[in-house]
């Protein structure tokens, strides 16, 4: 619950970027997901920018794109856009084929 108050904060002085770092990697994943939802909600709704800094392949997904994946020791590893639509659903997109090739190939390229 405080985490969510914490994200309304951010968004509810309509600033033009909210930065999130981690801010939803102490979470269940069910109360994530729900969250992610609301992230991209709230960002749609007030057309604010929200950057996310997450380890979570499949998060910064579904919260929007495009991303750049890192690998120790902080170099960048590959800038991705990823050309689909936002799932319908929190998870959805981890359903497709299309992810699951995409997310192996970062994973590998970020632990190589």
Known sequence: ???????????????????????????????????????VELADATRTTAVVVTHNIAEAFETGAPGAGARPPGRRARRVRHSGRRPERPGGLRTTAAFEQLRREIHERMTV
């Open 1 to 39: 619950m405080r985490q969510r108050v914490s994200i309304a904060r951010a968004f509810v002085v309509e600033p033009s970027v909210v930065l999130l770092d981690e801010s939803l990697s102490a979470l269940a994943e069910v109360t994530a997901a729900g969250l992610r939802s609301d992230i």
